[in-house]
């Protein structure tokens, strides 16, 4: 009997595709939960281009910043609701842990503005505060920011990217929200500490020095010299047989007399040629005697390399001025006192580097004594004899009628004017600059490029003015020849002009950028009534002698000769100290006026060169390493998770 087969069961139902049971449907979140993060990453996007890409911009900063100040503040109260909302315990705990990073964020934005907004400074009681007390709360707030900003950022988004998949699904991974928040918030404070570190050992004054010894190779500027004498020069190096400092010194003669035939050098041992050691009175090793007829110059160094090898580094500077001083008639350089001068800087100007000690050792490098010229020198009777050069230094009170008479006697006799007026001065300078038959405008320049020197990190570093703008003028030449890796400090500056009717022979040897404007108002911002325009800030000026001059009175060329600058503080000892080539261009300056323009040229120091990066520089390289290089390795993480994650499901 065949048996009849058992009748299959009734097959279950089949629950809709798509519907889960009752027990695990999953809730649905709000259409804008997704949205939070990105909008609330994109706000401070929106704030860091207004702030930091269009500062220049007010109209489009405000509208940026605005913009994404409220995106921000929109996106965390949306979360804060979301997180109140969610019934879930485990979903409730993941959103408002997102929330409160989302909440830090706003704290660092609150901290910035504050921070840096006049009406935040002065509720804090900071814009009026000293200057150090304002540095310190500067430095201390950007630092608190920056971190609350990484601290909130990162772990938000790593937790956004990991609740992500899961939000429609019946329950979450909460550990996995967790450690992906952690992951996010650990990178964050690395980032922070490598960066506090890498400040705090900026800070701290200790140096380790890398740098390596190469004796100074003999300069353009030096061989110039060597070649316009008109007889022999002879140097007469006295050091031990094979001794390593001589060795050094004596490739660096070899170079000079390649291609000078009037020059020429030998070494000698002391204990050997007693008697020649005796004529040229040394009487220990290590001396270099320069010899130009009856003048005698003495360079003494260290026969021991680990000592001498400062001075060899120096050798070119050292050797050029001995050189000068054999060559050359001792000349004198007269400085005007008596009128707040930066030459009699003391207190509070003293401490910001208004002195001018770097500018008299240049001028004595030059061969040139340094005196002072005022009333009790007789200023207001004749300007004396003896004087080659007269300066006058950033003078903060007016000249009076007599004095401003005698200097312009003294030009009109071939006399010859270094001229570096301050535009902040009280005293009215036009009567110095019209020696020079200029017009000299105090109003202080600003610009709106980045080509000015960040000192106080606010709104007036944009009169800290550089320019690389050179005329082809021979009071310029060494600097109009390296013009695109060399410009000049220019800090607080005004500006020249030709005068009306001027006879004289001007040449503007260095101007602004075509971004500069004057500041009529003092707020270092570009206004309505205000534009941007190309500025004369130095001037070569030439005037044929006065008729009935002797000639032969006359120190240096036959012509009186003027260098004017629209800022003393160009050649302060703050501006000589840090920009080298400020230095060279006072330099080339005094040659000019002296008539030894053909020895222009660098001095060669062959030491470490300071790494120096403008403000747009530093802020690169900041953003860069803080931003720039995590994200680029949270790209490369997420990746390679996502091309394993894909490669797993393949096998699966």
């Known amino acids: 009997m065949a048996l009849k087969p058992k009748e299959a069961a009734p097959a279950a139902e089949k629950a809709p595709e798509g519907k889960a049971d009752k027990g695990d449907k999953a809730p649905t979140p709000p259409s804008y939960a997704p949205f939070l993060a990105p909008a609330f990453v994109g706000s401070l996007v929106l704030v860091f281009i207004g702030e930091r890409m269009l500062g220049n ?55 910035y503005f504050a921070a840096n907004t006049e009406a935040g400074r002065r509720m804090l009681g900071i814009l009026d505060a000293a200057p150090d007390k304002r540095a310190r709360f500067d430095g201390a707030s950007t630092v608190a920011w920056v971190v609350l900003i990484l601290v909130s950022v990162l772990p938000l988004v790593f937790g956004e990217i990991a609740l992500a998949p899961m939000r429609r699904a019946p329950r979450v991974e909460g550990r996995r929200v967790r450690a992906a928040t952690i992951a996010g918030l650990s990178l964050a404070l690395a980032v922070a500490y490598a960066a506090l570190f890498t400040y705090a050992a900026g800070e701290l004054d200790a140096k380790v020095d890398f740098s390596y010894f190469r004796t100074a190779k003999a300069s353009e500027s030096t061989k110039k010299i060597v070649t316009s004498a008109p007889d022999t020069v002879e140097v007469r190096a006295f050091f031990p047989p094979l001794n390593d400092v001589g060795m050094e010194v004596e490739g660096y003669l070899a170079d000079i007399a390649k291609n000078a035939p009037n020059f ?41 390399m680990a000592k001498a090898a400062a001075k060899l580094k120096t050798l070119d500077a050292d050797f050029q001025k001995a050189l000068l001083k054999a060559m050359k008639e001792q000349r004198t350089a007269y400085f005007t006192v008596g009128h707040g001068e930066l030459n009699e800087g003391q207190g509070a100007a003293a401490a910001e580097g208004r002195t001018s000690k770097v500018l008299r050792r240049l001028l004595e490098s030059q061969n040139y004594v340094v005196k002072d010229l005022g009333m009790p020198q007789g200023l207001a009777n004749a300007v004396p004899d003896d004087a080659s050069i007269v300066v006058v230094l950033g003078p903060s009170q007016a000249f009076l009628p007599e004095e401003i008479t005698s200097l312009d006697k003294y030009a009109a006799r071939g006399g010859k004017l270094l001229l570096a007026l301050d535009p902040e001065t009280k005293g009215d300078l036009a009567p110095l600059a019209a020696l020079a038959d200029l017009a000299f405008d105090p109003t202080v320049l600003a610009t709106t490029d980045q080509l000015f020197v960040p000192r106080r990190r606010n709104a007036s570093d944009k009169a800290n003015l550089v320019s690389n703008r050179f005329s082809s003028h021979a009071s310029v030449s060494t600097l109009s020849r390296v013009s695109q890796r060399a410009v000049v400090l220019v800090p607080v500056a005004g500006s020249l002009d030709k005068k009306a009717g001027s006879e004289p022979k001007v040449d503007f040897v260095l101007r602004s950028s075509g971004a500069a404007f004057a500041d009529k108002n003092g707020n270092y911002e570009l206004d309505g009534d205000e534009k941007k325009a190309t500025f004369n800030l130095a001037a070569a000026v030439t005037k044929p002698l006065a008729d009935g001059v002797d000639k032969a009175k006359v120190k240096g060329p036959q012509e009186m000769r003027a260098f004017v600058l629209a800022d003393a503080d160009a050649l302060s000892d703050l501006a000589l100290g840090v920009a080298e080539t400020n230095q060279l261009f006072a330099v080339d300056a005094v040659r000019w006026l002296g008539g030894d323009e053909s020895f222009s040229g660098e001095i060669v120091t062959p030491e470490d060169v300071r790494i120096e990066h403008t403000k747009q520089k530093d802020m690169y390289w900041f953003y860069g390493s803080i931003i720039g290089a995590p994200a680029l390795l949270l790209g490369v993480g997420l990746l390679v998770t996502r091309r394993a994650r894909r490669t797993a499901g393949r096998k699966a």
């Open 264 to 304: 020429k050098y030998g070494f000698y041992d002391r204990l050997l040629n007693p008697q020649l050691a005796k004529d040229n009175k040394v009487t220990q090793d290590a001396v270099i005697v320069i010899l130009r007829g009856p003048t005698r110059e003495t360079l003494t160094l260290d026969k021991e």
């Open 57 to 111: 911009v007010e109209t489009w900063r405000l509208v940026f910043s605005a913009l994404g100040v409220l995106g921000a503040v929109v996106s965390t109260a949306l979360r804060f609701v979301h997180a109140s909302a969610e019934k879930d315990p485990e979903r409730r705990k993941i959103e408002r842990a997102l929330s409160l990073f989302a909440g830090l964020g706003l704290v660092a934005l609150g901290i």
